[in-house]
């Protein structure tokens, strides 16, 4: 249990849907990220949230819309994907984001495009 | 930003120590060193930091030498269940969010 917990685990839709992944922490922390992790490839920081703002967007396709109502929730909504979209989404937090402080993931969501 | 070298994959055995080097020649003087570990279908897990000498906490050491220019986590007597994937990150003390994740060290170890 790593304190932050994401739904759903799996999920598969095609490229005309409209689906959102879920994040919740329950660490108190103060900031929160968005990463795409791809078969064989590396972590890709996709957005950074802090005290509910968004602080970094790194150059993230619109089809992705990030949404912070809060400090222990994170949102992540989908529309329109393309294939090369299909990946293990993962949320993270941390007590700042300009800090040190390690960075604690859930276990993500692996998203399947048909 | 700092880059990271890491090796691709290593094995060992059951009930040996196992040390990980990581690379990192343009580190910063205000960047610091951490590493994580990351079982299939799980999200990183932090394992240790460090800023320079040696860092010990109940699972890992940190070596780092006095250029920082490269640094080595030690996993003691390790198991069947450290197999994994090894990060090393390198970032700024005012930035968490700037750390480059790279391809990662995956361990295997064998009975």
């Known amino acids: 249990e790593t304190g932050v917990t994401q739904t759903p685990r799996h999920l598969v839709m095609g490229m005309t849907n409209k689906k959102s992944l879920k994040c919740e922490q329950h660490?108190?922390?103060?900031?929160m990220y968005w990463y795409k992790q791809s078969a064989k490839k590396p972590l890709e920081l996709m957005f950074v949230?802090?005290?509910?703002?968004?602080?970094e967007n790194n150059s993230v396709p619109s089809r992705f819309s990030p949404e912070c109502p809060n400090s222990s929730h994170l949102f992540l909504h989908l529309h329109t994907l393309q294939p090369e979209d299909s990946a293990l989404y993962l949320c993270?937090?941390?007590?700042?984001?300009?800090?040190?402080?390690?960075?604690?993931f859930g276990d993500g969501t692996r998203l399947s495009i048909l | 930003l700092a880059k990271t070298t890491q090796p691709i994959s290593m094995d060992s055995y059951e009930g040996q120590e196992v040390n990980i080097t990581c690379s990192h020649n343009?580190?910063?003087?205000?960047?610091?060193i951490t590493w994580y570990q990351q079982f299939p279908s799980q999200g990183p897990r932090f394992i240790i930091q460090?800023?320079?000498?040696?860092v010990t906490n109940e699972v890992a050491s940190l070596f780092i030498p006095a250029d920082r220019k490269s640094s080595t986590l030690s996993l003691p007597r390790v198991s069947l269940s450290d197999t994994a994937v090894y990060y090393c990150l390198v970032g700024d003390r005012g930035s968490n969010y700037q750390l480059i994740w790279g391809a990662g060290t995956k361990l295997i170890i064998k009975p």
């Open positions: 460090g800023y320079k000498t040696k």
């Open positions: 343009n580190i910063a003087t205000n960047d610091y």
């Open positions: 993270a937090s941390s007590q700042e984001s300009r800090s040190n402080q390690p960075q604690h």
């Open positions: 660490l108190g922390h103060n900031a």
């Open positions: 949230y802090s005290l509910e703002e968004r602080v």
